[in-house]
């Protein structure tokens, strides 16, 4: 069997003449005690997705609406039912935490447990969760970056995500598997159960920095409150008031309703080309401070700040 490491890749394990094995990186063999090698073998093996085997948190358990007969009943098979069975140990007549995707929240009650299958009877809540109110234009990562980002994504609440490729971002970055479809919407939905929401972020990948821009960002963002994250920025977070759900006017509210879009640069920084396109665009300069961050701790870092705000 063969499981990915978080830190060392590729570990395959097995045993020869009564001796557990492990070979890390198709270098290293280990002998270990096969006390000792399933439990640290539990501690990477939780979820499988795309082949891999990897920790992941679920606080709600999120349901599609294919998966639910017309009697609210779903049954379950995947990472889902393993996370029930094995971490949770629930049993029959436990109540869980449910949501259905893009829909409301709601309970599950396990109804059976038979193999690899649980049972749920759902009662969902009659209203859905508000959507994120923040979209996020971000130029392209290292795919080994952004893969790490997804989740966090998700789990921070943004409701959508624009690739861009920027002047110093490589081509080859979007030849990755990490923006394929079936790749990120795993991902995201880790994010989703680990922050007990059920909205899932739309992605949109584009490939060329200049037509996305000058054609159709203002078309597609018209009523979108732009901020354009740069160390160049003087202005922080703190002085854009408006962004405050504390509104006293009728004017302040309508201003705190609009959604925001955030753009982020690549490690090596936006061009000032690129920087005065997003301004004639109506984006607003600021910055952190005079440290110069790695595009994931910006990103999560800032998403956390503007979420802090409007709530």
């Known amino acids: ?38 439990n640290k073998l539990q501690e990477w093996m939780v979820a499988s997705v795309g082949g ?80 994120p109110r923040m979209d996020l234009l971000l130029a392209m990562p290292r795919p080994k970056v952004l893969k790490r980002m997804w989740a966090q994504l998700a789990a921070l609440g943004v409701g ?22 079936d790749f990120y919407n795993k991902m995201l939905m880790e994010g989703l159960q680990q922050a007990r929401c059920t909205h899932l972020p739309t992605v949109q990948i584009e490939p060329l920095f200049k037509p996305f821009v000058e054609d159709r960002l203002g078309a597609e963002f018209s009523r979108h409150w732009k901020l ?6 003087e202005k922080r977070i703190r002085d854009f008031q408006a962004l405050s759900s504390s509104a006293k006017t009728a004017a302040d509210l309508r201003e705190t309703e609009r959604r925001i879009l955030l753009a982020i640069g690549p490690e090596g920084g936006w061009t000032n080309f690129e920087l005065e396109m997003l301004k004639e665009r109506g984006f607003e300069l600021f910055g952190m401070g005079n440290r110069i961050l790695r595009t994931d701790t910006a990103t999560v870092g800032l998403l956390a700040a503007l979420s802090a705000i409007l709530e």
Not at 96 to 112: A, E, F, K, M
């Open 1 to 38: 069997m063969q499981v990915a490491h978080p830190r060392k890749g590729l570990v395959k394990y097995f045993n020869s003449g009564g001796v557990n094995a492990v070979i890390i990186g198709e270098k290293n063999v280990h002998a270990l005690q096969y006390a000792g090698l399933k």
């Open 52 to 131: 891999a085997i990897h920790s992941v948190c679920m606080n709600l358990i999120i349901i599609h609406p294919s998966e639910v007969d017309e009697e609210h009943h779903v049954v379950l098979t995947d990472d889902r039912a393993r996370h029930i069975r094995k971490v949770l140990n629930a049993g029959i007549g436990k109540e869980l935490r449910v949501g259905l995707l893009d829909g409301p929240l709601g309970t599950g009650t396990v109804q059976s447990l038979e193999g690899h299958q649980v049972g749920l009877s759902c009662v969902f809540d009659g209203a859905v969760p508000p959507k």
């Open 160 to 181: 959508r995500i624009v690739l861009l490729r920027a002047d110093k971002v490589e081509r080859y970055y979007f030849d990755s598997h990490v923006i394929a479809p």
């Open 228 to 233: 354009l994250a740069d160390p160049s920025g």
